[in-house]
């Protein structure tokens, strides 16, 4: 399969802080990839590049092999993408908003505009600027899929949902996926929905790419190993995949990235008295991967905890 | 797409549009001793288009007007984050700004020159004031409408541009307004202030065009 998204050291700097730091990624035809990251991990930021809307510091990006600073208008056509907040024109009605974007496109598919509305329960004499976010996301979703875009690009689609409306909205975007070849590239921090959507995933850290993968292989790989100690614990050994850190007492949590037999003989080695190893399921794999070194918290100030920065976040 | 485009910024722009023209209206029928409202007085003011301050507040109906219409098509996009779905619309960056700086331009020409033509109708018509009235008279006025259409173009880049902070962006107006007022006084109007005033609006499109193309959004 082809590659629809390649990005090439994306970077782009605000303030003099990097936002998205030498992105590279190849997204092939057909997959649907969810791009993860906590709030302010540059996932915006690296989509509007995509799009060009913001222009990258150094880097390229394209789209189905054209430049994504200068989209032709017949290639733009075939994608569709949904903004954070879905902004549309809040004194038009639902139809006017449809005639609106339908003037742009030489291919409409004005049944399907009608089913998703229909579906979602949409009138189309509904202004815009009285419906809830769920709705404008559903109207957005109608809109976008209306000119049979061959890639879909949102933008933290179920942002401000509930988590009955998500549940639709993601079932309906499944059903849009089901239908030939699309590729579908989506920003979210919702782990269920990517769990549930995504066959790979991005994980995006302080604008870093430290995670690309498919979704099964990055739960498979991530290992919590809980070190006991008869005694203060000892320092860590350079640990390759080693993701964080946290002493509590004599006990020792590791989090880490492709647990082998290796790690397992480097962590022997330290003289535990019982080493647990568990996996972890995609939210806590994240929120480990994604937090950062923990710091303790003072104000408890009973127990001795201490930190430690991660030695290495490997990509999976 | 076209059509489309335009009828959003007519719509968009109509109720600004509306406005001006009713402050247009008030303040000429009032010159015209027609009152608009029936507490607005409206008993003339002597010989038309020449009493001293008829071009000054008609400037000022026209400045307002033409910095209202400029911000409302650029900042509002910004405020609403409505850019991002425009802007991803399969047409040229360039043309879809080009559309709505054509309509708003228009807009604001059609609304300051319906006031002038039609208080120049009137005071061509004989028997409606005691005075002698050429259409050379109405100069001043049609000098006052051009020169604030380039403010129009200097409110939309200041819409448009990006900044840390809205009252740096606001400089552009600054320096645009104090060029019209510049070019205003310059002698032989029609010769050099036209010329200068087409410069400076050619360059605000320009400026607009690759404000749209380099920043973003």
Same mark, same amino acid.
């Given at each position: 399969?082809?590659?629809?998204?390649?990005?090439?050291?994306?970077?782009?700097?605000?303030?003099?802080?990097?936002?998205?730091?030498?992105?590279s990624?190849?997204?092939?035809?057909g997959?649907?990839?969810?791009?993860?990251?906590?709030?302010?991990?540059?996932?915006?930021?690296?989509?509007?590049?995509?799009?060009?809307?913001?222009?990258?510091?150094?880097?390229?990006?394209?789209?189905?092999g054209?430049?994504?600073?200068?989209?032709?208008?017949?290639?733009?056509?075939?994608?569709?993408?949904?903004? @954070?907040?879905?902004?549309?024109?809040?004194?038009?009605?639902?139809?006017?908003?449809v %005639?609106?974007?339908?003037?742009?496109?030489?291919?409409? +598919?004005?049944?399907?505009?009608?089913?998703?509305?229909?579906?979602?329960?949409?009138?189309?004499?509904?202004?815009?600027?009285r419906?809830?976010?769920?709705?404008?996301?559903?109207?957005?979703?109608?809109?976008?899929?209306?000119?049979?875009?061959?890639?879909?690009?949102?933008?933290d689609?179920?942002?401000?949902?509930?988590?009955?409306?998500? %549940?639709?909205?993601?079932?309906?975007?499944?059903?849009?996926?089901?239908?030939?070849? %699309?590729?579908?590239?989506?920003?979210?921090?919702?782990?269920?929905?990517?769990?549930?959507?995504?066959?790979?995933?991005?994980?995006?850290?302080?604008?870093?790419?430290?995670?690309?993968?498919?979704?099964?292989?990055?739960?498979?790989?991530?290992?919590?190993?809980?070190?006991?100690?008869?005694?203060?614990?000892?320092?860590?050994?350079?640990?390759?995949?080693?993701?964080?850190?946290?002493?509590?007492?004599?006990?020792?949590?590791?989090?880490?990235?492709?647990?082998?037999?290796?790690?397992? %003989?480097?962590?022997?080695?330290?003289?535990?008295?019982?080493?647990?190893?568990?996996?972890? +399921?995609? @939210?806590?794999?994240?929120?480990?991967?994604?937090?950062?070194?923990?710091?303790?918290?003072a104000?408890?100030?009973?127990?001795?905890?201490?930190?430690?920065?991660?030695?290495?976040?490997?990509?999976? | 797409?076209?059509?489309?485009? $335009?009828?959003?910024?007519?719509?968009e722009?109509?109720?600004?549009?509306?406005?001006?023209?009713?402050?247009?209206?008030? &303040?000429v029928?009032?010159?015209?001793?027609?009152?608009?409202?029936?507490?607005?007085?409206?008993?003339?003011?002597?010989?038309?288009?020449?009493?001293?301050?008829?071009?000054?507040? &008609?400037?000022? $109906?026209?400045?307002?007007?033409?910095?209202?219409?400029?911000?409302?098509?650029?900042?509002?996009?910004?405020?609403?984050?409505?850019?991002?779905?425009?802007?991803?619309?399969?047409?040229?960056?360039?043309?879809?700004?080009? $559309?709505?700086?054509? $309509?708003?331009?228009?807009?604001?020409?059609?609304?300051?020159?319906?006031?002038?033509?039609?208080?120049?109708v009137?005071?061509?018509t004989?028997?409606?004031?005691?005075?002698?009235?050429?259409?050379?008279?109405?100069l001043?006025?049609?000098?006052?409408?051009?020169?604030?259409?380039?403010?129009? &173009?200097?409110?939309?880049?200041?819409?448009?541009?990006?900044?840390?902070? &809205?009252?740096?962006?606001?400089?552009?107006?600054?320096?645009?307004?104090?060029?019209?007022?510049?070019?205003?006084?310059?002698?032989?109007?029609?010769?050099?202030?036209?010329?200068?005033?087409?410069?400076?609006?050619?360059?605000?499109?320009?400026?607009?065009?690759?404000?749209a193309?380099?920043?973003?959004?």
């Amino acid at each position: 399969m082809p590659d629809v998204i390649v990005t090439h050291r994306l970077t782009k700097f605000y303030d003099r802080r990097p936002a998205v730091d030498s992105l590279s990624l190849h997204v092939p035809q057909g997959t649907v990839y969810g791009l993860l990251g906590r709030n302010a991990a540059g996932k915006s930021t690296a989509i509007k590049m995509l799009l060009g809307m913001v222009h990258p510091d150094c880097g390229r990006a394209e789209l189905f092999g054209e430049d994504s600073a200068r989209l032709r208008p017949e290639t733009r056509a075939r994608i569709a993408y949904l903004a @954070e907040g879905h902004p549309l024109y809040r004194w038009m009605t639902v139809g006017e908003m449809v %005639r609106f974007s339908r003037a742009f496109y030489a291919t409409w +598919n004005d049944s399907l505009v009608a089913q998703v509305l229909d579906h979602f329960g949409l009138s189309r004499r509904a202004k815009i600027r009285r419906l809830s976010n769920g709705q404008r996301a559903q109207v957005s979703l109608a809109l976008a899929v209306a000119a049979d875009p061959e890639l879909l690009i949102l933008d933290d689609p179920t942002l401000g949902l509930d988590t009955v409306v998500r %549940r639709d909205f993601l079932e309906s975007m499944i059903e849009i996926i089901q239908r030939r070849g %699309r590729t579908i590239l989506f920003s979210s921090h919702i782990l269920g929905d990517v769990e549930r959507v995504a066959d790979r995933i991005g994980v995006l850290v302080d604008g870093v790419l430290r995670v690309d993968c498919p979704t099964e292989h990055f739960k498979e790989s991530v290992r919590r190993i809980v070190l006991e100690f008869d005694r203060d614990p000892p320092a860590l050994p350079a640990l390759p995949g080693l993701v964080g850190s946290w002493r509590v007492g004599r006990k020792l949590d590791l989090t880490i990235v492709g647990y082998s037999a290796e790690h397992a %003989r480097l962590l022997e080695a330290l003289g535990p008295r019982s080493i647990d190893v568990a996996e972890l +399921n995609l @939210e806590d794999a994240f929120i480990e991967y994604t937090r950062g070194p923990r710091r303790p918290l003072a104000f408890l100030g009973e127990e001795e905890t201490g930190t430690e920065s991660p030695a290495a976040q490997g990509v999976a | 797409m076209l059509t489309a485009m $335009v009828r959003k910024e007519l719509r968009e722009t109509l109720g600004l549009a509306a406005i001006g023209l009713l402050a247009y209206l008030y &303040f000429v029928t009032g010159q015209m001793g027609i009152p608009l409202l029936p507490w607005s007085g409206g008993r003339g003011y002597g010989i038309p288009f020449v009493y001293e301050a008829f071009v000054s507040m &008609f400037w000022i $109906v026209s400045v307002a007007l033409a910095i209202g219409l400029g911000l409302r098509q650029s900042a509002a996009e910004s405020l609403r984050g409505t850019w991002l779905f425009l802007l991803h619309r399969p047409a040229h960056r360039s043309r879809l700004i080009g $559309v709505k700086l054509a $309509v708003g331009a228009l807009v604001y020409l059609i609304c300051g020159a319906l006031p002038i033509l039609l208080y120049g109708v009137w005071a061509a018509t004989p028997g409606t004031h005691a005075s002698p009235f050429w259409w050379s008279m109405t100069l001043g006025a049609w000098q006052a409408w051009l020169s604030a259409a380039s403010l129009y &173009f200097a409110a939309f880049l200041v819409g448009i541009r990006g900044a840390r902070w &809205f009252g740096s962006r606001l400089f552009t107006l600054a320096a645009a307004m104090l060029l019209v007022i510049v070019i205003q006084i310059e002698p032989w109007w029609w010769l050099l202030g036209t010329a200068s005033l087409l410069l400076l609006d050619a360059w605000l499109i320009l400026s607009i065009l690759y404000v749209a193309r380099t920043r973003d959004f």
